[in-house]
C-alpha cells in the first residue's frame, strides 16, 4: 500500500521501522514535523530537549548503550550541536545514530542559509541526501545500518522542499524489530569513550581509515546511481534539486548520488569518461562540484547555477537555457507577465505578531522607553517591525543577552534591555544571564513568557509541564530559577497592562541593578482565547493614527477614522488604552 | 494520462493546507503520481501560504514550473493576483471574492488592487478567470474557513473524477464533527462549475 507523506513525515515512519527506540530533537523548521510524528509511534520514547547539543548528548548516550537512536534539527541547531557531533565521530557509537539536518535554502524561516554538507566533511562523517519521501524513509534504514558497520554517527539531509513535500511512501506489511525483552548493558570501554588526549591521538587515524572504508561503501551502494541516457551531458545532481533536474533534462544521463560524502572517485571517473560534458547541479555551495575537480574531472556548476538561494524547475531551465546546455521555447509571454506582474506594484504580506499576542504590548512599551533592545529570535522577533521597530539586533538563539552585555561593557550610555523569549531562555539564556551576574550589567533581561514555542507551532519545553509525548512533568518555574542564580529584582508583569509594565520597566532600567522581568501572558493562538472586540465611535476619533502604531492587522485605515475588525480583533484592550481621544470603548 | 498542474494562494488560517491534502489524495484516488509542496514557515502569523500540487503519469519536481499551472485556485484575492507569471493561455483561476488587506493597506500606505486590476492582470498572462463567492457560501453554511472545499467543490467538474471519490477522501480527511457541513460545502462549489 502506498500512501503520501511529507519528507518529515517518511523520515519519522523510517526511524520507527528500523527499530529507533530514542528519539531526541529541538523544534525548529524545517524539521519540527520529524520528532514530532516520532514521538506517536509505539515502543518509544522521544522528546524535546532544551536545545540542540543536548538534544546530540541524548542520541549518543543512547546509541553507546546500543538503542538505535534519531537526532534531528534545523540546520542551524547543528551549530549548536556540533561540540557533541564531532565527539561522537571520534568515540563511535554501539548501537546506529543517525542526526538528520534540515537546511533551508531560500531562508523561508531561517536566519542564514547555510550548507550543511560541509558538516560531513569538516566533522569526518558520512552524509545522505534523499530525493524524495520513498528515499527519505529508506535511506534512513540505511543510514542506521551504515552507522553500526562503520562505528559512526551518520547524518541524514533534508532541506526545506523534501521536509514540506507529499510524495508516496510504501508502507511496510512487516512489523518494526520488537524490542529487546532485556535492557541494554552498558559495555564500559574508556580507551574507546574518554576522548583524553592520549585515547583521541589513538581515534583519530581511526577516523581517517574509517572515511576512505565509506568511500569504497559509496563506489558499490546502489543509492549512488547512473542513469543512462543521451551522453552529451551528464548531470550529477543530489536531493531535491535532482527532482528539478529530471524535469529539464529528462533524457540526460545522470549520477544521482544518494550520499553525498564521501564521494565515490571510481564511479565519478566512470561517469566522466562516458558523457561529453559533466554538470553539476546543487543548491548553495559548490560542495559536489569542488571535490569532483579536485579529483581532476572538468565540470561545470557554479559557473551556471547561483550558490544563493533556493532552486526550482523553472531556475534550473532558465539557467540551463542561457547556458546553452537546453534550447527553451520563446518566452515573451512570460516576461510580458513579469513585467505586468511588476508593475501593478502589488502589496507584500509580511508575517505580523498576531491579534491579541502579548509580544505586542511590550515591544509598544519598549519603543516608548526609548531604550537599546537587543534582541533574540523567536515570534517576538516581529517586534522590530514598523510600526513597533523596538528591536535592535538579532542574530541567533541566545545571543540577545551577550550582546546587551557586551555592548554594556563598551561603555554605550543607552538604557539596555535583552528580550528572548521563554523557550529561548531554556534554550540558550541561562549562560549569558549568570554572565550578567557574575561580571556586573545593569542588563534588564525581560523574558516574553507566553508559556509555549510559538514560533515553530506550539512545542512543549521545560517551562510547560508537559513533554513532547503528552506526559505531565515537573515545570521549571521562571522566577525561582532566576532568583537561584542571584537575581533580587525580578518581577512579573501583564503585557497587556501597558501603564504595569511601563512602570516596572523603568523601575528596573532606573535602578543601576542587573535584573529580570517576565511579561507573562499565554499565546493566544495555543491558548483559543477569544475576547470580544471594543467599538470605535467615530464621532470621537480624531484620525490621529495613534493606536495603528500597535501595528495590529483588525485595526483599519478608512477615510478619516479607523475601524476594527470584529472578526480578527482578539479584544487585548491594548488600543484602548493608547487612544489618546477615549474613542475606542472596550465591551 | 495528462499531467494536471495546480496551484493554491491564500493566506495563514484559510484553510490551504486541508484542500491541498485533499487535491493530493483524490489525484492518488484517480490513478495519478502525485506530488504536493507547501510552504507555510510563518503563516500562523497571517503571512502568504502557497501550495503546489501537481498530478500526472510520473511526477518529479513537487512544485509546478512557471508558465505551466493549469490551475490556479486563489484563496484570496490579492494572493491570487502574485502568479500570473505561473499562468499559460487558458490556465483555469478561480478566485475566492475575499480580501485580507495586509498591514500596509491597514495603515494607509499601499494599495488594494481593485478586481479589474486583479483580473486583467490574470487575463493578461493568459487565464480563464472565474470569480467565486467562496467565503460567501461557506459563511452562509456555518464556517467561513470552509472557502477552500467549496473552491475544490467549483474545480472537481473540471478536474474530473467521481462525486463519490471526492466525497470518500473528505470523509477520510475532515474531522468527524465537520463533515456534515465540508460535504454540503463542497456540494454548494460543485453546483457552480458544470464542465
Ligand atoms: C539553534 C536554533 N534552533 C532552533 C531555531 C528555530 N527557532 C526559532 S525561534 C524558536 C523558539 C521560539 O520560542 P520562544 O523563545 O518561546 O518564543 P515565541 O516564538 O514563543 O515567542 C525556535 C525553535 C533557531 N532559529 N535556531
Known sequence: ?587 | MKKIDILMAGVGGQGTILASNILAEVGLELGYDVKKSEVHGMAQRGGTVESHVRWGEKVYAPLVEQGQADYLLGFEMLEAARWPLYLKEGTVVLINRYRIPPPAVNLGKAKYPSEQEIESLLKGAGGRVIWIEGTGIAGELGNPAMVGVVLLGAVSNLLGGAEEVWMKVIQRLVPEKFLELNKKAFLAGRALIIS
Open chain 1, 1 to 587: 500500500m502506498k500512501k503520501l507523506m511529507t519528507g518529515n513525515e517518511a523520515i519519522a515512519y523510517g526511524a520507527y521501522l528500523n527499530g529507533v527506540r530514542v528519539g531526541a530533537a529541538y523544534p525548529g523548521t524545517p524539521s519540527t514535523e520529524i520528532m514530532d510524528n516520532f514521538s506517536g509511534y509505539p515502543g518509544v520514547f522521544a522528546e524535546w530537549a532544551p536545545n540542540e547539543k543536548v538534544a546530540m548528548d541524548v542520541g549518543i548516550g543512547a546509541a553507546y548503550a546500543g538503542t538505535r537512536a534519531l537526532v534531528s534539527m534545523k540546520h542551524v541547531g547543528v551549530n549548536v550541536a556540533a561540540d557533541s557531533l564531532f565527539y561522537a565521530v571520534y568515540t563511535g557509537l554501539k548501537g546506529g545514530l543517525v542526526l538528520v539536518t534540515a537546511d533551508d535554502p531560500g531562508m523561508h524561516s531561517s536566519q542564514n542559509e547555510q550548507d550543511n554538507r560541509n558538516y560531513a566533511k569538516f566533522a569526518k562523517l558520512p552524509m545522505l541526501e534523499p530525493a524524495d519521501s520513498e528515499e527519505a524513509k529508506q535511506f534512513v534504514g540505511i543510514a542506521l545500518e551504515m552507522s553500526e558497520t562503520f562505528d559512526t554517527p551518520v547524518m541524514l539531509r533534508t532541506v526545506t522542499r523534501l521536509s514540506h513535500s507529499s510524495t508516496s511512501v510504501e508502507i511496510s506489511e512487516e512489523a518494526p524489530p520488537a524490542a529487546p525483552p532485556e535492557p541494554p548493558l552498558y559495555e564500559r570501554d574508556a580507551v574507546k569513550f574518554v576522548m583524553v588526549p592520549a585515547n583521541a591521538r589513538r581515534r583519530h587515524p581511526v577516523i581517517e581509515e574509517r572515511i576512505k572504508k565509506l568511500a569504497e561503501y559509496a563506489e558499490n551502494t546502489p543509492i549512488n546511481r547512473i542513469e543512462p541516457g543521451d551522453d552529451t551531458i551528464g548531470i550529477i545532481a543530489a536531493g531535491s534539486v535532482y527532482q528539478y533536474a529530471r524535469e529539464v533534462f529528462p533524457g540526460a544521463t545522470f549520477l544521482k548520488l544518494g550520499m553525498v560524502y564521501p564521494l565515490p572517485a571510481k564511479l565519478l571517473q566512470q561517469f566522466a569518461s562516458r558523457v561529453k560534458t559533466v554538470v553539476v547541479i546543487e543548491e548553495l555551495d559548490p560542495f559536489l562540484e569542488e571535490q569532483i575537480r579536485l579529483m581532476g574531472i572538468e565540470a561545470r556548476g557554479k559557473d551556471i547555477f547561483p550558490i544563493i538561494g533556493e532552486f526550482s524547475p523553472a531556475l534550473v531551465r532558465e539557467r540551463s537555457a542561457s547556458a546553452g546546455l537546453i534550447s527553451t521555447p520563446a518566452a515573451a509571454r512570460a516576461e510580458a507577465a513579469a513585467a505586468a506582474a511588476e508593475a501593478a506594484e502589488l502589496p507584500i504580506r509580511p508575517p505580523i505578531l498576531c491579534p491579541g499576542c502579548g509580544h505586542r504590548g511590550m515591544f509598544h512599551v519598549f519603543r516608548e522607553s526609548g531604550a537599546l533592545v537587543l534582541g533574540d529570535i523567536g515570534c517576538y522577533t516581529l517586534g522590530y517591525a514598523p510600526p513597533l521597530s523596538a528591536m535592535h539586533t538579532t542574530g541567533c538563539m541566545g545571543a540577545g543577552i551577550g550582546v546587551a552585555h557586551g555592548i554594556g561593557k563598551a561603555g554605550v550610555k543607552d538604557r539596555i534591555i535583552a528580550v528572548l523569549g521563554d523557550s529561548t531562555f531554556f534554550h540558550s539564556g541561562i549562560h549569558p544571564l549568570i554572565d550578567v551576574l557574575y561580571n556586573e550589567s545593569t542588563v534588564t533581561v525581560v523574558i516574553a513568557d507566553n508559556s509555549v514555542t510559538a514560533m515553530t507551532g506550539h512545542q512543549q519545553h521545560p517551562g510547560t509541564g508537559i513533554t513532547l509525548q503528552k506526559k505531565t512533568t515537573k515545570a521549571v518555574n521562571l522566577e525561582q530559577l532566576v532568583r537561584s542564580l542571584g537575581f533580587e529584582k525580578v518581577d512579573i508583569c501583564d503585557p497587556y497592562d501597558l501603564d504595569g509594565l511601563a512602570k516596572t520597566l523603568e523601575d528596573h532600567l532606573e535602578s543601576g541593578k542587573p535584573s529580570v522581568i517576565i511579561a507573562r501572558r499565554p499565546c493566544v493562538l495555543y491558548a483559543k482565547e477569544k475576547r470580544t472586540a471594543p467599538q470605535i465611535d467615530p464621532e470621537l476619533c480624531v484620525n490621529c493614527g495613534t493606536c495603528l502604531e500597535l501595528g495590529c492587522s483588525p485595526l483599519m485605515q478608512e477615510e478619516d477614522y479607523v475601524t476594527i475588525d470584529p472578526i480578527l480583533c482578539n479584544g487585548c484592550g491594548l488600543c484602548v488604552q493608547v487612544c489618546p481621544a477615549e474613542a475606542i470603548i472596550a465591551r
